[in-house]
Nanobody
Framework: QVQLVESGGGLVQAGGSLRLSCAASGRTFSSYAMSWFRQAPGKEREFVAAISWSSGGTSYADSVKGRFTVSRDNAKNTGYLQMNSLKPEDTAVYYC???????????????WGQGTQVTVSS
């Protein structure tokens, strides 16, 4: 059984930084990508970033390009989302997901973290 445990969320001022971690335990059914999504109150869940577990190739939503960096440490079975230059509109619950066949499509992901709140104050 695969479990994803997220950490690193919190409250930060605009312009600040946070690093989210997504630690995987157990065996993954599928490799593919580890992807990050976020959901703000009253809004749909949206794609943020993704990384191919094997190649390290990355993909980003236009809204976070140049500010966020996704990475992974294969030895630790952990993915990271480094968030810099945070804006109030980044406020959301952030979810990591694994086994994402299509990186930006939540429905293609096999496993999900519990979510972690990121709040950016102005």
């Amino acid at each position: 059984q695969v479990q994803l445990v997220e950490s690193g969320g919190g409250l930060v001022q605009a312009g600040g930084s946070l690093r989210l971690s997504c630690a995987a335990s157990g065996r993954t059914f599928s490799s593919y990508a580890m992807s990050w999504f976020r959901q703000a109150p009253g809004k749909e869940r949206e794609f943020v970033a993704a990384i191919s577990w094997s190649s390290g190739g990355t993909s980003y939503a236009d809204s976070v390009k140049g500010r966020f960096t996704v990475s992974r440490d294969n030895a630790k079975n952990t993915g990271y989302l480094q968030m810099n230059s945070l804006k109030p509109e980044d406020t959301a619950v952030y979810y990591c997901a694994a086994g994402c066949y299509t990186w930006h499509l939540a429905r293609s992901c096999d496993y999900w973290g519990q979510g972690t709140q990121v709040t950016v104050s102005s």
